[in-house]
């Protein structure tokens, strides 16, 4: 009779277990640390949660090649007994291949390392059958990676890692697809150095590095993706870079790029976001660029553009963000309010020749550049002494684009009003509450919001 508590005992613990699994969704912090490391106090390692050692491999054959396991473990890296296994988005992810009767690693991204991760030459040797590898602020040292390896690899990204990287260390990766480089400083003569010996390249972003020199002349054709934006960058826009008709992004924003913009723009076809924002470019935005279909995003912001803003963009279906501020635009806006309101960002301030016409889009938009007078110049931005006579009824346009108010005399009696009212409330505010304790002491002893049924609520 000794087992049947014992047995009760273990029927509650399996339903508590129950309970508090279903109250706590499967974790995904599969990771565990391996034996060989401790620890560091940097990881943001994950809770432990160690698995039961019998629990069996899940879905492997196999499981990764040991050579390869040692070669992570002599890195330092903090891994799991199958790396395998380690679902992405964790400290260490992986992928591997599905060979017998070891398994290879694919893909590792090694994101928020600690200081004792250390590369070395034979182990990157072990793992030369990766072809991605993501670096995500890992500050180590870069070392010189094994030909295997570079030969493998079809993906490159170090986000913040890897110290400080060269143009010539790079430009080994000859056969990557798709290299991402960002907040990392990269000493080069230029990106040409890196980006020409890559045939294969689909997608080069090289972000905030300080990268300087001028944009390379020739590009791959198959280039999908060009960001080289927050770099020391200098010279004019090439106009090779309008060949490449499969670019869909191309992001030059914030060098010293001067020069015109190239009047062949339209011929990038594939062409959807485009920013060429913060730097020295001067001239006027190229008509040809109304023959791009798809843009989505159009971000000159923040440049020396001059001339009159071209009717065009108003057709262009897809449009969604406009940034054109901070440049020397004069003449009237073309824009009619159905434009103005499909867009999600619309920014036009600091042209101070630019105007719009109160006519057509009503005197309350709000839009950060100054209504025009009749010869299609600006008016001297809206005073207090501004007659706003026409009450236009076109008041719908009320997206936050800029900080540029209308001052109408309308808001004086609202506040007025306002004051009003708030008076009153407090008065009857008040009235309650005395009614409250003086006739209801039970009521007060609520607090002051209590009031009696059938008393009249304060509207607030
Ligand atoms: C899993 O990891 C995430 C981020 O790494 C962390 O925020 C979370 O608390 C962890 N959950 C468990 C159950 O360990
Ligand atoms: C193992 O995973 C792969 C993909 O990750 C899947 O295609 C396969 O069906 C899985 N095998 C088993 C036995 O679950
Ligand atoms: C890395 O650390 C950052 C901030 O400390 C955190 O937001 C991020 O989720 C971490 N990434 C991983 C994969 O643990
Ligand atoms: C690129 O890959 C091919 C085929 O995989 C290989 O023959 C070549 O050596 C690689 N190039 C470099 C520079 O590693
Ligand atoms: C780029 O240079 C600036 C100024 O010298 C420096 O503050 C910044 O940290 C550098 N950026 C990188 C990614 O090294
Ligand atoms: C571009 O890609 C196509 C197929 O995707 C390939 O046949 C062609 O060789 C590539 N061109 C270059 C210059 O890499
Ligand atoms: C271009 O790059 C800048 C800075 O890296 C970024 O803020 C911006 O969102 C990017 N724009 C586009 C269109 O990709
Ligand atoms: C553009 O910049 C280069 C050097 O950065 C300078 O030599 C050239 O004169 C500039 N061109 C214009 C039109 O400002
Ligand atoms: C492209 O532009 C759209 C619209 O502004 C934006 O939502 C999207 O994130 C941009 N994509 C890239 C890769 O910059
Ligand atoms: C625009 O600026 C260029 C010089 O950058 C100048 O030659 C041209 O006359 C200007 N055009 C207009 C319409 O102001
Ligand atoms: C605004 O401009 C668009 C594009 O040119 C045009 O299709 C639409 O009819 C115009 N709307 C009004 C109200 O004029
Ligand atoms: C503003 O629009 C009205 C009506 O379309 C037009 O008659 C007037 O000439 C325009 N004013 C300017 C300065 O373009």
């Given at each position: 009779?000794?087992?049947?508590?014992?047995?009760?005992?273990?029927?509650?613990?399996?339903?508590?277990?129950?309970?508090?699994?279903?109250?706590?969704?499967?974790?995904?912090?599969?990771?565990?640390?391996?034996?060989?490391?401790?620890?560091?106090?940097?990881?943001?390692?994950?809770?432990?949660?160690?698995?039961?050692?019998?629990?069996?491999?899940?879905?492997?054959?196999?499981?990764?090649?040991?050579?390869?396991?040692?070669?992570?473990?002599?890195?330092?890296?903090?891994?799991?007994k199958d790396p395998c296994s380690v679902r992405p988005h964790v400290f260490t992810a992986t992928a591997c291949d599905s060979s017998k009767p070891f398994r290879h690693l694919l893909s590792l991204t090694l994101s928020n390392c600690s200081d004792d991760v250390a590369l070395s030459l034979t182990a990157l040797k072990s793992l030369s059958t990766l072809n991605?590898?993501?670096?995500?602020?890992?500050?180590?040292?870069?070392i010189r990676f094994p030909s295997e390896l570079t030969s493998n690899l079809r993906s490159f990204t170090c986000i913040n890692s890897l110290n400080k990287l060269t143009g010539i260390w790079l430009s080994r990766l000859q056969n990557v697809s798709d290299l991402t480089v960002s907040r990392v400083s990269i000493t080069a003569s230029g990106p040409s150095i890196?980006?020409?010996?890559?045939?294969?390249?689909?997608?080069?972003?090289?972000?905030?590095?300080?990268?300087?020199?001028?944009?390379?002349?020739?590009?791959?054709?198959?280039?999908?993706?060009?960001?080289?934006?927050?770099?020391?960058?200098?010279?004019?826009?090439?106009?090779?870079?309008?060949?490449?008709?499969?670019?869909?992004?191309?992001?030059?924003?914030?060098?010293?790029?001067?020069?015109?913009?190239?009047?062949?723009?339209?011929?990038?076809?594939?062409?959807?976001?485009?920013?060429?924002?913060?730097?020295?470019?001067?001239?006027?935005?190229?008509?040809?660029?109304?023959?791009?279909?798809?843009?989505?995003?159009?971000?000159?912001?923040?440049?020396?553009?001059?001339?009159?803003?071209?009717?065009?963009?108003?057709?262009?279906?897809?449009?969604?963000?406009?940034?054109?501020?901070?440049?020397?635009?004069?003449?009237?806006?073309?824009?009619?309010?159905?434009?103005?309101?499909?867009?999600?960002?619309?920014?036009?301030?600091?042209?101070?020749?630019?105007?719009?016409?109160?006519?057509?889009?009503?005197?309350?938009?709000?839009?950060?550049?100054?209504?025009?007078?009749?010869?299609?110049?600006?008016?001297?931005?809206?005073?207090?002494?501004?007659?706003?006579?026409?009450?236009?009824?076109?008041?719908?346009?009320?997206?936050?684009?800029?900080?540029?108010?209308?001052?109408?005399?309308?808001?004086?009696?609202?506040?007025?009003?306002?004051?009003?009212?708030?008076?009153?409330?407090?008065?009857?505010?008040?009235?309650?509450?005395?009614?409250?304790?003086?006739?209801?002491?039970?009521?007060?002893?609520?607090?002051?919001?209590?009031?009696?049924?059938?008393?009249?609520?304060?509207?607030?």
């Amino acid at each position: 009779m000794a087992l049947k508590p014992s047995l009760l005992y273990l029927l509650l613990l399996s339903s508590a277990a129950v309970i508090s699994s279903l109250s706590h969704p499967p974790t995904t912090n599969v990771t565990t640390i391996s034996p060989t490391h401790s620890p560091s106090a940097h990881t943001p390692s994950p809770a432990p949660t160690p698995k039961k050692p019998t629990t069996p491999i899940s879905n492997s054959t196999s499981t990764l090649d040991p050579k390869q396991l040692r070669a992570l473990q002599s890195l330092n890296i903090p891994i799991s007994k199958d790396p395998c296994s380690v679902r992405p988005h964790v400290f260490t992810a992986t992928a591997c291949d599905s060979s017998k009767p070891f398994r290879h690693l694919l893909s590792l991204t090694l994101s928020n390392c600690s200081d004792d991760v250390a590369l070395s030459l034979t182990a990157l040797k072990s793992l030369s059958t990766l072809n991605t590898i993501q670096f995500i602020n890992c500050p180590i040292s870069p070392i010189r990676f094994p030909s295997e390896l570079t030969s493998n690899l079809r993906s490159f990204t170090c986000i913040n890692s890897l110290n400080k990287l060269t143009g010539i260390w790079l430009s080994r990766l000859q056969n990557v697809s798709d290299l991402t480089v960002s907040r990392v400083s990269i000493t080069a003569s230029g990106p040409s150095i890196i980006l020409n010996s890559m045939k294969f390249l689909h997608s080069v972003t090289l972000s905030h590095t300080n990268l300087t020199g001028y944009l390379p002349k020739h590009c791959h054709s198959n280039l999908t993706t060009i960001d080289l934006s927050g770099n020391n960058l200098k010279g004019k826009i090439p106009l090779s870079l309008t060949h490449l008709e499969n670019l869909v992004h191309l992001n030059l924003s914030s060098n010293s790029l001067n020069g015109t913009i190239p009047t062949t723009f339209g011929d990038l076809n594939a062409l959807q976001n485009l920013s060429l924002a913060s730097n020295s470019l001067s001239g006027s935005i190229p008509e040809s660029l109304a023959a791009v279909p798809g843009l989505m995003h159009l971000d000159l912001g923040s440049n020396k553009l001059n001339g009159t803003i071209p009717k065009f963009i108003q057709d262009m279906k897809k449009l969604k963000y406009l940034n054109l501020e901070k440049n020397s635009f004069h003449g009237v806006l073309p824009f009619n309010a159905t434009f103005i309101k499909r867009l999600e960002v619309l920014k036009l301030g600091e042209n101070s020749n630019l105007c719009y016409n109160q006519s057509i889009l009503g005197s309350k938009v709000k839009l950060g550049i100054s209504p025009c007078d009749k010869h299609g110049l600006p008016l001297s931005p809206p005073s207090a002494k501004d007659s706003s006579d026409d009450d236009s009824s076109d008041s719908s346009n009320d997206e936050d684009y800029s900080n540029v108010e209308e001052k109408h005399h309308s808001h004086g009696p609202s506040k007025i009003v306002l004051g009003v009212a708030i008076g009153l409330s407090s008065i009857i505010f008040l009235i309650v509450f005395l009614f409250s304790n003086r006739f209801a002491p039970e009521m007060g002893k609520m607090g002051s919001v209590g009031y009696m049924p059938g008393q009249i609520k304060p509207d607030f």
